[in-house]
């Protein structure tokens, strides 16, 4: 593969990332496309002058979006020694702060279908002239036990993860 082509599908690839971090992320589409780069960039980090020139942005733009994703630590930065440049990257732990906001939205969404289950029983139960669907029924219990599958699932990542970064401190 030519580095162009690899450098159009790393193009391609941050902007399809940087809509997916604005919608899911609430970032703003500047911050959403730093994100990406950085996450494509891995551990050798990205310049402030590298990220003008990929993106395309004002300085002032580049650099509040920055302190912004620095400041809700999504990411960081380091320096080299005889470089007085800062280098950004993805903060380290930001895989494992992603996997407990994935875990507690599961574990939100199964307490609330429980509720709704447990009521539309206690309908079907004392008032059997309701209107209570019986395929809601089914469907409730069905999505429960698939929402306990992927916390279980997401535990099981997150542990996984989380023995992997400690293997690269």
């Not at 997916?20 to 589409?29: A, G, H, K, L």
């Not at 960039?41 to 733009?61: D, I, P, Y």
């Given at each position: 593969m030519q580095y162009e082509e690899l450098e159009n599908e790393k193009c391609?690839?941050?902007?399809e990332m940087g809509v997916f971090f604005?919608?899911?992320?609430t970032f703003s589409p500047l911050a959403a496309r730093i994100f990406s780069v950085l996450v494509l960039s891995g551990e050798q980090g990205v310049t402030f002058e590298e990220?003008?020139?990929r993106l395309e942005a004002s300085k002032s733009s580049v650099s509040t979006n920055l302190h912004l994703l620095q400041s809700t630590g999504k990411i960081t930065y380091f320096t080299k020694t005889g470089d007085r440049k800062r280098?950004?990257?993805t903060a380290p732990d930001q895989i494992l702060i992603r996997m407990d906001e994935k875990?507690?939205?599961w574990e939100k969404?199964?307490?609330?279908?429980?509720k709704v289950h447990g009521y539309q029983l206690k309908c079907k139960?004392?008032?059997p002239e309701s209107d209570t669907n019986k395929l809601s029924i089914q469907f409730n219990q069905h999505y429960i036990k698939f929402a306990e599958a992927m916390i279980n699932n997401l535990f099981e990542l997150r542990k996984n993860m989380s023995n992997t970064l400690n293997q690269f401190k």
């Amino acid at each position: 593969m030519q580095y162009e082509e690899l450098e159009n599908e790393k193009c391609s690839l941050i902007e399809e990332m940087g809509v997916f971090f604005e919608r899911n992320e609430t970032f703003s589409p500047l911050a959403a496309r730093i994100f990406s780069v950085l996450v494509l960039s891995g551990e050798q980090g990205v310049t402030f002058e590298e990220l003008l020139e990929r993106l395309e942005a004002s300085k002032s733009s580049v650099s509040t979006n920055l302190h912004l994703l620095q400041s809700t630590g999504k990411i960081t930065y380091f320096t080299k020694t005889g470089d007085r440049k800062r280098y950004f990257k993805t903060a380290p732990d930001q895989i494992l702060i992603r996997m407990d906001e994935k875990i507690e939205q599961w574990e939100k969404e199964k307490r609330l279908l429980e509720k709704v289950h447990g009521y539309q029983l206690k309908c079907k139960k004392y008032c059997p002239e309701s209107d209570t669907n019986k395929l809601s029924i089914q469907f409730n219990q069905h999505y429960i036990k698939f929402a306990e599958a992927m916390i279980n699932n997401l535990f099981e990542l997150r542990k996984n993860m989380s023995n992997t970064l400690n293997q690269f401190k």
